[in-house]
């Protein structure tokens, strides 16, 4: 239980700052640079991707693990319709899981466009063209092909990625680039008061201090393995805990008496 709560704690920091989807990975980075103007509307964005992201993982991570792996319970019991449940066995469907990652973004995308459109037309409106464009967001299908390699990939049947671990994943990535683009649109607003020189002005000086930033967050490169040695239990440390856990047994003299 203890190894379960470190693996999530550290999916999540690593999701979030020691590889940023945006400044590590660099995925994501249409609406990290279209939508960055203003801190509102980046805020407004990063929510956006977070939900969607959620959804979307949540849909892969059922998809993968009961139709699309090889022994999955649902195209297994269908393929044992036609032919032997050992060849049903074997049926592998993960060449189609582009497409159907795709479909689940889509329509998570839509989801959230007809709830923003009808609750918060101003968002609706400053989003204009992006929103839809969550759509083909390579943020979010990058968490959903890194589910399924967590699922498909691994050796160890055991090992392979529940449902926890995966919206972890997906929850706190989408923090992450709530984070990255809460930034960049803080820096953007101040580089409007900047003399900035002409050939930088735009996208130029954007993605010069996107790059800054990414050289930032490597700062917390190696954090999760520190993370992972310091909070993980040792066989010493076990030792130690189990020795202050057993009670000390005192070894009376019969000529000892108890006081009190």
């Known amino acids: ?20 989807f945006v400044l590590h990975y660099f995925v994501g980075i249409c609406p990290f640079v279209g939508v960055s103007r203003r801190i509102d509307m980046a805020f407004g964005m990063g929510c956006a991707v977070t939900f969607v ?71 609706y409106k400053s989003f204009g063209v992006y929103l839809p464009l969550i759509t083909t967001n390579c943020a979010i299908l990058f968490a959903c092909l890194t589910i399924m390699s967590n699922i498909v990939g691994v050796d160890d049947p055991a090992a392979a990625w529940d449902l926890g671990r ?20 803080g820096i953007r607003e101040e580089l409007d008061l900047c003399d900035v020189p002409t050939p930088f002005k735009g996208a130029a000086i954007t993605l010069i201090v996107a790059g800054i930033l990414a050289l930032g967050f490597m700062g917390f490169t190696g954090v999760d393995s520190g993370l992972r040695k310091a909070i993980s239990p040792t066989p010493s440390n076990q030792a130690v805990i189990e020795q202050h856990q057993t009670p000390t047994v005192v070894e009376r003299l019969p000529g000892d008496r108890q006081i009190g």
Request: aromatic share 14%.
């Open 166 to 185: 995966s919206l972890v994943l997906a929850i706190f990535g989408g923090v992450g680039f709530t984070i990255a683009i809460v930034i960049m649109a």
């Open 53 to 123: 992201i959620s959804i979307a993982a949540f849909i892969s991570w059922v998809i993968t693990t009961f139709v699309l792996i090889p022994g999955a319970p649902f195209s297994q019991w269908v393929a044992g319709l036609f032919v032997s449940a050992e060849m049903a066995a074997k049926v592998d469907l993960t060449i189609l899981s582009y497409i159907v990652y795709i479909l689940a973004i889509s329509a998570s995308v839509q989801f959230v466009e007809m709830y923003v459109r009808k609750f918060y037309p101003p968002l």
């Open 1 to 20: 239980m203890l190894n379960y709560i470190v693996d999530i704690f550290l999916i999540a920091v690593s999701a979030a700052l020691i590889n940023n």
